[in-house]
C-alpha cells in the first residue's frame, strides 16, 4: 500500500515569514495529492490540491509542488498570518472505483507568532 | 448549506460494549467515505460508499466494524465489542463523486472513548 511522509511535525515561524511543508509518497500509481488543514476540534478542511499532470499550483498564499520521479511534493505558505496556525495533512490518493482514496501523513503542526 | 454532520459529538463507552456512530452527508454527495483518526495522527481511510454499495472496504480493520448506507445517503457505523484500542476521533467525509470531482468534505468527527 501507499506509504506517506510529511516533515517537520512541529513549524514555528512569525507572523509574514514563509512555512514550507514537504511529504514523500510510495506509491507511484497515485495521482491525486490534496493538502488538508485542520483546526482545533474540527475536521479536516481542503486548502489546495494537485493532480499528477501538473507540476505546480498557486492559490493566493499558498502553492504546492509536485515532482513525480522524486515521488515527493511540497507545500507553501508565504505572509504567514496568525490564523493559518493549524495542523496541515499531505495525501496521497489512489484511484478506487470512482473515487480517489488518500493516504495521509502524520501532519504539521504549524504555530505562526504574531 | 449545511455541511457533514455526524452525530453524536462524544461517545464514553465501556470495553466489549457496541456502538453506532452516525454521518449525515452533504445533499446531493453520492459518495461518503469513513475515517479514523488517532491522537497525533492523519486520518486512515476505513471504507467508501458509492450511493448504497461499499464500493471500497479495504481499510476496515477487523470484523467488528461495520457500516451501512441502506438509501444512499445517511450512513452508519457500528463497532461490536468495543476494545480500548478504538478509542479515535471517527471521521466522515463526501463528495459528489463524479465528474472527477474528488474534493471530499469532512464533518467535524465523534470522539469515541472506549474505557
Known amino acids: 500500500g501507499e506509504n506517506v511522509e510529511q516533515h517537520p511535525s512541529t513549524l514555528s515561524v512569525q507572523e509574514g515569514d514563509s512555512a514550507v511543508i514537504k511529504c514523500t509518497y510510495s506509491?507511484?500509481?497515485?495521482?491525486?495529492f490534496p493538502w488538508y488543514k485542520q483546526e482545533l476540534g474540527k475536521g479536516p478542511q481542503l486548502i489546495i490540491d494537485?493532480?499528477?499532470?501538473?507540476g505546480e499550483k498557486k492559490d493566493q498564499r499558498i502553492a504546492v509542488t509536485l515532482n513525480k520521479t522524486a515521488k515527493h511534493f511540497s507545500l507553501h505558505i508565504t505572509e504567514t498570518q496568525p490564523e493559518d496556525s493549524a495542523v496541515y495533512f499531505c495525501?496521497?490518493?489512489?484511484?478506487?472505483?470512482?473515487?480517489?482514496?488518500?493516504?495521509f501523513g502524520r501532519g504539521t503542526s504549524l504555530i505562526v507568532h504574531p | 448549506g449545511a455541511g457533514v454532520s455526524q452525530t453524536p459529538s462524544n461517545k464514553v463507552t465501556e470495553k466489549g460494549k457496541y456502538v453506532e456512530l452516525r454521518c449525515d452527508p452533504i445533499?446531493?454527495?453520492?459518495?461518503l467515505y469513513w475515517y479514523r483518526q488517532s491522537l497525533g495522527q492523519g486520518p486512515e481511510f476505513l471504507i467508501y460508499?458509492?450511493?448504497?454499495?461499499?464500493?471500497?472496504d479495504s481499510g476496515l480493520p477487523n470484523d467488528r466494524f461495520f457500516a451501512v448506507r441502506p438509501e444512499g445517503s445517511v450512513s452508519t457505523l457500528k463497532i461490536q465489542r468495543t476494545e480500548r484500542g478504538d478509542s479515535a476521533v471517527y471521521l466522515c467525509a463526501s463528495s459528489l463523486g463524479w465528474g472527477g470531482e474528488e474534493t471530499q468534505y469532512f464533518g467535524p468527527g465523534t470522539r469515541l472513548l472506549v474505557l
Open positions: 445533499s446531493g454527495h453520492t459518495a
Open positions: 506509491d507511484s500509481a497515485s495521482n491525486y
Open positions: 495525501a496521497a490518493s489512489l484511484r478506487s472505483g470512482g473515487s480517489y482514496i488518500p493516504t
Open positions: 460508499f458509492q450511493g448504497t454499495g461499499a464500493a471500497d
Open positions: 494537485i493532480r499528477s499532470n501538473v
